[in-house]
C-alpha cells in the first residue's frame, strides 16, 4: 500500500484558539477517512493525528521536525481543501 501524507489546516482554521486543536483533529479524521472510502490502497498518514498528544506551545517546532520526516516516508501528499481553512 502507498502511503498518503495528508496535509490538512491547523493554524488557517477559521477558529477560535481555543478550539482550534479538536477541529484540526476533526478536519484530519474526516480527510484520512476520505482517502481510505474514495483510494482503495492508499493508506493516510496525518501528522495532526500522529502528534496530537504534543503541546502546540512547547513542542511545535519539533512536531513540524517530525512531520517533515514522516512527510519524506510517504509516496503522495494530499493537500485538504477543507471549508472551514482560510
Same mark, same amino acid.
Given at each position: 500500500?502507498?502511503? #498518503?501524507? #495528508?496535509?490538512?489546516?491547523?493554524?488557517?482554521?477559521?477558529?477560535?484558539?481555543?478550539?482550534?486543536?479538536?477541529?484540526?483533529?476533526? #478536519?484530519?479524521?474526516?480527510?484520512?477517512?476520505?482517502?481510505?472510502? $474514495?483510494? $482503495?490502497?492508499?493508506?493516510? #498518514?496525518?501528522?495532526?493525528?500522529?502528534?496530537?498528544?504534543?503541546?502546540?506551545?512547547?513542542?511545535?517546532?519539533?512536531?513540524?521536525?517530525?512531520?517533515?520526516?514522516?512527510?519524506?516516508?510517504?509516496?503522495?501528499?494530499?493537500?485538504?481543501?477543507?471549508?472551514?481553512?482560510?
Amino acid at each position: 500500500m502507498a502511503l #498518503v501524507y #495528508v496535509a490538512s489546516p491547523y493554524k488557517a482554521l477559521a477558529v477560535r484558539e481555543s478550539q482550534r486543536k479538536a477541529q484540526a483533529i476533526s #478536519v484530519a479524521q474526516q480527510e484520512c477517512l476520505k482517502i481510505m472510502r $474514495e483510494c $482503495e490502497g492508499f493508506t493516510p #498518514v496525518s501528522p495532526i493525528l500522529q502528534f496530537s498528544y504534543l503541546d502546540e506551545n512547547k513542542h511545535r517546532d519539533k512536531a513540524l521536525q517530525m512531520g517533515l520526516e514522516l512527510l519524506k516516508a510517504c509516496d503522495y501528499i494530499y493537500l485538504s481543501k477543507h471549508k472551514d481553512a482560510k
